[in-house]
């Protein structure tokens, strides 16, 4: 694990009420980010305070932060200025007058996708897709910074025996990866699996929670085989590097009979690598799409898509029963996020670095509070 800080392990409260912030006030790379100092906010009648422990950096923050995104069906436009940071995890710090759930001093981690619970995706069970609430970092302020309000709807109470840094790495990663594997794919014990961007935090947590499904073998691709021991430790079987020209034979040395494989959950997207998870495919496999990162426009075969009888899924977020599940499966020690680096909130730019040059595996978490908590 690394730790990095060029201003000190610690990031004090002035005593004037006033906090460290990351604010993003125009779309550009990462140096765009400004830390600065904020008032303190104080929680409306429906809201808690919470002093932010951990914070992580996701590939999600960085396309808000480049301009990528849009927003989904039903939301308001994405704003500016923002407060990055998806996943946050903390303790509360103060309550609003008609907040019944939380009391100052619980353990929380903040919802990644929050639902209202009361429009017509969420009584169909399907409140990843809510319409009627804002989504933090994106909507409203997220984790990259001392103190968050956020909605007693929009938290979990946390297991009190897991550390914040890992509170926060696993309801956007861990909870977007079990929608994948589970709603989605349907995988079931000993298909065969192909896992791709294996080595961010979706696809490590995509490797763990195949292994606990029971998949074999799980093969995942990554673009550096200097992650190999890494993704082997998170549970892959088989660890090969997607640049080489005979990947998808290599692939298919490993499934029976050298069919391919029964599921592909691809943390990439784009032409090049989705057109060749299709022919790593079995006839009647299935492949679940969450990212973009390599681009957002394909240009398929739709005749190997009718030949093969291939189901093409997409997945978006995570309901709240599944971010409740992966909570209950950390606390039972089922699975165990990978972290490979921490920063100070002040070194948010050399965070964001290490992320977009794919030097890590697993998880980037930053710790608001100085690099001695977690």
Same mark, same amino acid.
């Given at each position: ?62 396309? +808000?932060? =480049? ?9 308001? *436009? !994405? %704003?500016?200025? /923002?407060?990055? &940071? ?34 017509? +995706?969420? =009584? ?9 609430? *804002? !989504? %933090?970092?994106? /909507?409203?302020? &997220? ?232």
């Amino acid at each position: 694990m690394q730790n990095h800080s060029d201003h000190g392990d610690d990031l004090k409260l002035s005593s004037s009420c006033s906090m460290t912030a990351v604010r993003l006030y125009e779309f550009g790379g990462p140096e765009v980010l400004k830390v600065e100092r904020h008032p303190i906010p104080t929680p409306a009648k429906h809201q808690v305070l919470v002093r932010v422990r951990a914070t992580s950096v996701t590939g999600w923050d960085s396309l +808000y932060r =480049r301009g990528k995104l849009t927003a989904p069906p039903g939301r308001a *436009a !994405l %704003p500016l200025p /923002q407060q990055l &940071g998806r996943e946050a995890a903390g303790e509360v710090e103060a309550v609003g007058k008609d907040v019944s759930m939380f009391s100052p001093a619980d353990r929380v981690v903040v919802m990644v996708s929050p639902a209202c619970g009361q429009c017509a +995706y969420c =009584r169909r069970g399907e409140d990843n897709l809510c319409r009627d609430i *804002a !989504l %933090p970092a994106h /909507q409203s302020f &997220g984790g990259y910074a001392e103190y968050i309000v956020v909605s007693e709807h929009g938290l979990l109470k946390a297991p009190k025996h897991l550390e914040f840094e890992k509170l926060a790495c696993l309801l956007w990663s861990f909870g977007t990866a079990f929608h994948m594997v589970h709603n989605k794919a349907k995988l079931r014990p000993g298909e065969s699996v192909l896992i791709t961007g294996a080595s961010g935090g979706m696809g490590t947590a995509c490797i763990q929670l195949a292994k606990i499904n029971g998949a074999n073998p799980i093969i995942a691709l990554t673009g550096s085989m200097d992650k190999a021991d890494g993704l082997r430790s998170n549970g892959a079987d088989v660890v090969l590097n997607y640049r080489d020209p005979d990947v998808v034979e290599q692939i298919r040395e490993h499934t029976t009979n050298k069919h391919g494989v029964d599921v592909v959950l691809d943390n990439v997207g784009g032409d090049q690598g989705i057109g060749m998870a299709i022919q790593a495919c079995r006839t009647g496999a299935r492949l679940v799409l969450v990212a973009f990162i390599a681009g957002r426009e394909l240009n398929l075969d739709i005749f190997t898509l009718i030949i093969k009888e291939l189901s093409v899924l997409a997945a978006r977020g995570s309901t709240r029963r599944e971010q409740e599940t992966v909570l209950a499966l950390a606390a039972a020690g089922k699975i165990d996020p990978t972290v490979d680096a921490r920063f100070a909130l002040s070194d948010i730019r050399k965070a964001t670095d290490m992320l977009e040059n794919r030097e890590h595996t697993g998880k980037i978490v930053v710790l608001p509070g100085g690099l001695h908590g977690k």
